[in-house]
């Protein structure tokens, strides 16, 4: 059960745009956003942030997805696996690909571009920060510095969600549940405190 309880949509008549906008683009509204509403600025800020973060820019959307879950895995945010899993999927990533992230060091699912970046992802993610000069010369073999800014920016918003739900132990949807149970549970993936 969640520490704290999420707001109706019917509370938040003034983020109605920004809440369609997230369910066209999910499938659904996350709690953690309905948790946010507490603060309905906060929440408003974070809906640009997050649409600016993973639908704008030049990395694959998919990619993007798959940082996020690395991210989330290497943070230890089972809430988080659970959506970037899903998010991956509707974004195009095969889920075979989605169940092997975890293995994308020996995956053959994946490029060397791939695994550059979702190393990165796994690095920049740990306490503290695990990154050194050497892993931005190996992500520049790959990416421009446009495109490291947009890894490092999902990497981020990731860092503020991990750790949102995570404290919150937001109760996952469960669509996100039957996503994480059908393709990352043989990865090791639980439900945890959500």
């Known amino acids: 059960m969640s520490r704290i309880s999420m707001k109706d949509r019917e509370q938040l008549p003034e983020l109605a745009p920004l809440l369609d906008l997230v369910e066209s683009s999910m499938g659904f509204v996350p709690n953690s956003m309905l ?24 990395v694959d959307s998919q990619l993007k997805q798959l940082i996020a879950l690395v991210s989330s895995r290497a943070q230890g945010c089972d809430y988080c696996q659970a959506h970037t899993a899903h998010s991956a999927h509707r974004a195009g990533a095969e889920e075979e690909k989605i169940a092997a992230v975890f293995e994308f060091e020996k995956s053959p699912l994946f490029s060397d571009k791939e695994r550059e970046a979702l190393r ?15 892993s931005f010369e190996a992500l520049r073999v790959f990416f421009g510095e446009r495109e490291i800014v947009e890894i490092v920016a999902v990497i981020s918003l990731f860092g503020f969600l991990n750790r949102w739900n995570d404290t919150f132990a937001t109760e996952l949807e469960p669509v996100a549940v039957n996503f994480g149970n059908d393709t990352l549970t043989e990865a090791g993936w639980s439900r945890g405190k959500h």
């Open 35 to 58: 948790t946010m509403g507490h603060w309905p600025e906060l929440l408003s800020a974070f809906g640009g942030l997050g649409a600016t973060v993973l639908q704008t820019g030049v």
């Open 120 to 134: 990165f992802a796994w690095h920049a993610s740990l306490q503290p920060n695990a990154t050194e000069p050497a």
